[in-house]
DNA sequence: TTGTAGGCGTTATCAC
DNA sequence: GTGATAACGCCTACAA
């Protein structure tokens, strides 16, 4: 069903049922009310590729994830997906995973589809390989990365201040009079995770350990948190407070803590980061770092609007992360 | 950069350079290869509008959800995702809430960009105003329904046993010696929570209470199973067994009961729905049936693709929940 | 092997 | 107030 197919039942031109679907003036008032029934009758619905053949716009805009089953980065999606629809927007959710290769060929599927603008999610996306596609394909249209940055003309980046948040997880901990701090995260040698750790060797300078000896690294799992603490127990039996790069890592440490009957948080008081469910669903619950990434998300998909609509904002910016106490430390 | 751009710069027409793009005999190697270098060059990239126009194929499936922040959602998205993409489609995930309007209204939105199926995450698309919609605007596209049904020649329905399921957790809980068994689930009114419902007030027919005054209903959230388990320890102080209709609501439970001082499992035995990362998470660990979205989802993808490719299948599936035994039992 | 012409469904620009 | 007509970028006969 085609405006030339409810043209004619109605006897009038596609031109005038075009001025009554985008709701034009300049038709008469019986033409149009003649047209509207028709239009109802057979429920015609505008066929939107076309329509975005002839307007150049898509009307959509491209979210990177590397996997949408992360909730920290779905909860990012949503919030994107709100500020879009009411736009007139629709998002393509890709993901890819985190092999450069994949990253990239994701980028020309949402460039073949001409989006309008694009949304990642993770720092991930910051390397060398995403800027080049971005710069090569996607220079003309804003591209907003959460939580990483490039150095492009249309990209922004919204950053959250994750080596800082870090080190005050360990000033934290100090505080509270604890001494033998370690660190473990999850593996992705990303941006992200990097300052997280640098985060960690800065502050934990002031401490009375080798940094260096006390920073660990494992899969991003409830199992590798575990391990990961059975080890730190094993080569630092000391240890007196860990901080984990992410709350499920947290999480499967304080069944490790629980399975040696190590009490927390009174001989070993632990910090989590994402502020997630995870935390409030841990028993001891855990202190989190909120690293703001619904803010950044809802700020990303503002970014990204604005663009398009010609209004200008910084490219870059630092949100700057809370910790919210709970019963681990 | 259109392939008249390409044609122009390489001296040939535009049809040559079509055929180049799409990989098709009867061109010129020499011609080919010329073209190929000009391509790259100017990186051209095809315009999936464009093609989606003249070929009538959008190449995009539509997934519904009622909010993609709900893990037991998105983690069937993932898979639905993976399984479309290889095949050169997108998908668009639109976050429908769970009012009608708003249901019907995104089904409107995918079908104006011309999806060629859809899959609908969640039993709450099993409604009436849905049916209408999908009847009235998509009854030439495959529409796939995890958890739900309607009766309808292109839907699919992939259900799972709930009711069974819930059955399957009471009778557990009896053979363990227990009697006193309630039942809280989350509120919306959807038909997988009436099924739910009826599990339980069929099986507990064999116990020495009356099940409906043992049946509760509150919020999907932490705080939710937190005070409707302390409603429900206040009212029934012998209870030695709960069935929560999803995990999150267990774990809010479990905190009730810490709270309470009641040991669990000792006193109270608990299970949850959907044996998501919450329930491995728990401390105790929490027993939970597992319903097997993962492979429902995987299901929905493959039976909407096969549609497309003029597969046959069964409108109507169902698949049966196992339980996972864990510490909360 | 190559090129021309028509059409996919819409919108926009003209005439009338 | 209306209706032709030409794009938009691509594909596919069909003709050369």
């Known amino acids: ?9 109605a006897g009038v031109s596609a031109s005038s049922v075009s001025r009554v679907v985008n709701q034009k003036p300049g038709v ?12 109802e009758k057979n429920n015609y619905s505008p066929n939107a590729i076309a329509r975005g053949l002839v307007s150049q716009s898509s009307k959509t805009i491209g979210i990177l994830v590397a996997d949408i089953r992360n909730i920290h980065h779905t909860d990012g999606a949503y919030y994107i997906e709100k500020e879009l629809i009411g736009l007139g927007y629709c998002c393509i959710i890709l993901n890819t995973g985190d092999r450069d290769e994949d990253k990239v060929h994701a980028i020309d599927i949402l460039n073949r589809r001409r989006v309008e603008g694009v949304v990642m999610m993770g720092s991930i996306f910051q390397c060398d390989a995403v800027k080049e596609a971005i710069s090569q394909q996607m220079s003309d249209v804003p591209v907003a990365i959460v939580n990483g940055w490039l150095d492009l003309p249309n990209v922004y980046g919204i950053l959250s201040d994750e080596q800082g948040g870090v080190a005050s997880c360990v000033k934290y901990l100090m505080a509270k009079g604890r001494r033998k701090i370690a660190f473990i995260c999850d593996k992705p040698y990303n941006p992200s995770n990097r300052l997280k750790e640098s985060g960690y060797l800065q502050s934990a300078r002031d401490l009375s350990i080798t940094p260096a000896e006390w920073s660990y690294r494992t899969e991003n799992t409830l199992e590798g948190g575990y391990e990961a603490t059975l080890q730190v127990l094993k080569e630092h039996p000391d240890v007196d407070g860990i901080v984990y790069a992410v709350d499920l890592l947290a999480a499967g440490g304080l069944q490790a803590l629980h399975a040696q009957k190590v009490p927390v ?18 028993s001891p619950s855990l202190t989190s770092l909120d690293n703001k990434r619904m803010e950044a998300s809802v700020m990303a998909a503002r970014f990204v609007i604005d663009h398009i609509s010609g209004k200008k904002n910084p490219n870059r910016m630092m949100l700057l992360p809370d910790l919210v106490v709970r019963q681990s430390t």
Do not use: F, H, W
Request: glycine letters at 2%; proline letters at 5%; one cysteine or more.
């Open 28 to 39: 008469n008032p019986e033409t149009r009310q003649k047209i509207l029934k028709i239009m």
């Open 265 to 282: 948080p009174e001989q070993v008081a632990i910090i989590g980061i994402n502020n997630s469910t995870y935390a409030q669903i841990c």
């Open 1 to 9: 069903m085609t405006i030339y197919d409810i043209a004619k039942l």
